[in-house]
Structure formats: structure tokens, C-alpha cells
């Protein structure tokens, strides 16, 4: 049986504001076994990139991680100095940024960059050890050695984003967290890059996390999942039984909100109203001014938060089991 390679635990993290503490997120855990995928989902602003830069702990300076603890292959990482983190990212664990435009240095040629890090993990390699796995890199994204040369504005959405995973990969790290990696793109590239993503996994071996707000594309690349609202976890568990026995309503809504191409056609439902605050005490139910059929106990504040386990490591909130 595989071991968990990443566990989180009770994971609370805030942003100072002038207008208070915004709780983005609040007693997060889940695990992520090694050659797993794990997928994290929900709407803008749920938590999910505030999950993934805690994890490498590259939040904004007003982000703070007030507790909880984050350990990867057995080493607590939270409350590390920035020089034992430099260690760990990219080596231990690494991440796809969502947006590839921006995760370029637009000055500085695309090989030089990779090496960069390469070099920082590595530094007894030889130059020409760096270009032969940089180049090794390119080939298993579909990328030609040429684009080491090449500055970022001279390449297309498409090739930058397969070089980020190049980079990502670079430091032979044991997880990598790919944060909505399609942005931006359109669904031709879209459906190439999340096949070269898979691909990469499943030949390396690494332990996946990721994070999208289109539940078709959880489906579709994970083998376990976690939906976050309001900065928490509110179902948890195997992708499959997520998918095909969804306990939480906010589950539900997201999987009738998306379309599909096979099967009987229906009216897809919306999402009214707004995410809550996330801004001082919350107390009750975050979700039940949005759900279609809240009880009078959750309507009132008074209904007991927490997930509680619905079937054999799915699990979901209390509050919305014992509400059907």
C-alpha cells in the first residue's frame, strides 16, 4: 500500500487587512499518497491557490499561517526558516503556476531560468549535465531543445505553459501542485496540456495536486478530491464516489451546473447569491444562505460544523449529511 508522501492537518491561514483578518483558510486537511492524484475544486475565491502557496509557503507577506501543520515525506515544513524552504521547493515539492505568462522573467532566456533552479539543488552538476536534463525536460513536455534560447515573449500560451512544467519538474521533486494550468488557454492547447500533465505523472511517478474550479476536469485527472467553499473543505474522498454519490449541496450544485456532451440533456442549475465574508467569525453553516433547502437549525447559526465520514473515506459536512 502506497504512503501518504504529503499530509496537512488542521491547516488555518490568514491575510492581514486594514478591515480585519480575512480567514482564507480554516482547518483544512487531506493527504495526498505517493502516484496520487488529488484534486482540490471550487468557485474564485473558495481557498484553493491560498491552499497551494501555503503548502510551499510563498503566500503574500500580509498571509500568515496561524496554525496546523503541513508534512511532506515525514518533515514538518511549517515553521521553517526561508533558507530550509529553499530546500525543500522544487526538490521535495513544486508547482505549475497558474498563470504562465507571468511566471517568467521576460529578460532572461527560458533555459537559463530552469538552470537556474537546477543549479540551485544540484550545484556539483556540470554545465553540460544541466542542458542534457533540461533537454531531457523538453522532450517528455513535446518541446523542442531550441526553446531553451528563446526569451519568453517569443513563445506561444501553449509552449510557455509546457515550459513551466518543464521548470517544475526540473529538481526531480516527489509532488507537484498544478494550479488551474490551463488558464488562459484556449481548449484545443487546454486538452494537450492536461494530457501531457497526466502523462508526466504517470511516468515519473509524482504525487499530483490539482486545483481547478471546472469539476469536469477534476473528474478527469484525479483519483481523490476535496470541494472547498468559504476557504473550507466541505466534501472529501475517492473522486468516483464524489462524483457518483455527492453529499454535500454545494457538491451537488457544481456537478449540476456543468454541461455535458453525453447521456440526456437537462437544464443546467446556477449558483445564486455570493460567497460569505471571510472576514471575522463565521458562526453555522457558510453555505446555508446560498443552498436551496437549508433547515431551520441551519438557517438559525445554531447547526454543528465538521465532516463526518458518509461511506468507506468520503466524507462531508455534518451540517448538510443530517440536512439530506
Not at 60 to 83: H, T
Amino acid at each position: 500500500m502506497s504512503k501518504d508522501v504529503l499530509v496537512v492537518k488542521d491547516l488555518n491561514m490568514h491575510y492581514e487587512t486594514l478591515a480585519g483578518n480575512v480567514s482564507a483558510v480554516k482547518n483544512v486537511s487531506f493527504s495526498v499518497k505517493e502516484g496520487e492524484s488529488f484534486g482540490l475544486v471550487g468557485e474564485s475565491g473558495c481557498g484553493k491557490t491560498s491552499v497551494a502557496m501555503s503548502l510551499l509557503q510563498l503566500q503574500a507577506d500580509n498571509a500568515k499561517i496561524s496554525s496546523g501543520s503541513i508534512s511532506l515525506d515525514g518533515i514538518e515544513m511549517v515553521g521553517m526558516s526561508e533558507s530550509e524552504l529553499r530546500k525543500v521547493r522544487w526538490d521535495g515539492i513544486s508547482i505549475v503556476f497558474q498563470g504562465a505568462m507571468n511566471a517568467w522573467n521576460p529578460v532572461v532566456k527560458v533555459g537559463e531560468q530552469i538552470r537556474e533552479a537546477i543549479r540551485e539543488h544540484y550545484p556539483n552538476n556540470t554545465k553540460n549535465e544541466n542542458t542534457e536534463k533540461i533537454e531531457s525536460l523538453f522532450k517528455m513536455v513535446d518541446l523542442d531543445s531550441s526553446i531553451m534560447d528563446r526569451f519568453p515573449h517569443e513563445l506561444s500560451g501553449g509552449m510557455k505553459q509546457r515550459a513551466v512544467i518543464a521548470l517544475a519538474l526540473s529538481c526531480d521533486p516527489k509532488v507537484v501542485i498544478a494550479d488551474e494550468p490551463t488558464t488562459a488557454l484556449d481548449v484545443v492547447i487546454q486538452d494537450q496540456i492536461l494530457k501531457e500533465i497526466k502523462k508526466v505523472q504517470e511516468l515519473l511517478g509524482l504525487s499530483l495536486i490539482y486545483i481547478s474550479h471546472d469539476i469536469a476536469v477534476i473528474a478527469e485527472m484525479t483519483d481523490q478530491m476535496a470541494v472547498m467553499y468559504a476557504g473550507s473543505i466541505v466534501e472529501i474522498g475517492p473522486t468516483d464516489q464524489v462524483f457518483s454519490n455527492p453529499k454535500h449541496a454545494y457538491t451537488r450544485l457544481l456537478l449540476e451546473s456543468t454541461p455535458s456532451v453525453v447521456g440526456e440533456k437537462k437544464k443546467l442549475r446556477s449558483l445564486e447569491g455570493e460567497p460569505p465574508s471571510l472576514i471575522g467569525e463565521e458562526n453555522g453553516c457558510s453555505f446555508s444562505p446560498r443552498c436551496p433547502d437549508p433547515s431551520d437549525k441551519c438557517k438559525s447559526g445554531n447547526s454543528e460544523m465538521g465532516l463526518i465520514e458518509v461511506a468507506d473515506g468520503h466524507f462531508a459536512d455534518k451540517c448538510c449529511v443530517e440536512c439530506g
